[in-house]
């Protein structure tokens, strides 16, 4: 069966047809950057653009970067505080006429790694962390999610969230090497792991494919890997959202 996958983040909307039994992409990546100011109206907008590029008929599954419980969005993330009290689905829906299936976006990239991918079949807890405009968390429990942990919205030192302080957007903003911005990346991979004290963290995300350039960061108590699917798991999960 065929899923379109849409993954909503911060600085770009990316969607592709998704095989949903094997994760495979069916199509090629489709990239949308997000609109300016990220408000309700322009999101879904550009999310119908999204449908239409791929012509497509059929349930769209989206991982979205806010808490996100019944496909309603109760934070904002690093989008517009307007999102909070959305019903997203909804939202999308009325745009295109399609069925949506909206979930967190870490969650959603989570189970395709749990599904599919580097966490299939590991027991115990497994956290999945993407590395993008925020942080975001998915923690899963011998397969099952617990969803919307937030650890990248804990605050750290004078930083009101660890995000603003770890996140690749904040290496972009205070224009830091990979080794200063490892060692702060650290100190959040320390804190997940003193916090859940995980059997395995897999990274997600733009930062997935550039592990070897902060691989000294990784070097903690418990094993961390790049996701499988790279920064696709977002992708991935958000089809597989329809047939969960
Ligand atoms: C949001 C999370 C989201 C993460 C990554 C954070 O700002 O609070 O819900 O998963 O960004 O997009």
């Not at 100011?37 to 979205?64: R, S, Y």
């Not at 967190?104 to 956290?127: M, Q, S, T, Y």
């Not at 969803?147 to 302080?165: C, I």
Request: hydrophobic share 40%.
């Amino acid at each position: 069966m065929e899923v379109l996958g849409i993954d909503i983040g911060g600085t770009g909307i990316k969607g592709a047809i998704v095989n949903v039994e094997t994760g495979e992409l069916t199509s090629e990546r489709h990239r949308i950057p997000t609109p300016v100011g990220a408000k309700p109206d322009d999101v879904a907008n550009e999310v119908a653009e999204m449908v239409q590029h791929f012509d497509w008929k059929g349930k769209v599954g989206c991982g979205f970067p806010t808490i996100v419980s019944a496909g309603k969005a109760r934070s904002f993330g690093n989008i517009d505080k307007s999102w909070v009290g959305v019903q997203i689905d909804e939202l999308f829906s009325g745009k295109t006429g399609l069925e949506f299936h909206v979930a967190n976006d870490a969650d959603v990239a989570g189970l395709a790694e749990i599904k599919l991918g580097a966490g299939k079949d590991v027991n115990g807890v497994v956290i999945l962390i993407t590395i993008g405009t925020g942080l975001g968390s998915g923690v899963f429990v011998d397969g099952k999610l617990v969803p919307n942990v937030e650890l990248g919205t804990v605050p750290y030192k004078e930083y009101e969230r660890f995000e603003f302080y770890a996140s690749d957007s904040a290496r972009k903003r205070e224009e830091l090497s990979y080794k200063k911005w490892g060692k702060r990346f650290k100190k959040f991979l320390l804190f997940t792991q003193q916090t859940f004290s995980p059997d395995l963290i897999i990274l997600g995300g733009g930062a997935s494919k550039k592990t070897e350039k902060f691989k000294e960061a990784l070097e903690i108590d418990v094993p961390v890997i790049p996701a499988k699917f790279e920064n696709n798991a977002g992708i991935i999960g958000a089809a597989l959202t329809v047939v969960q």
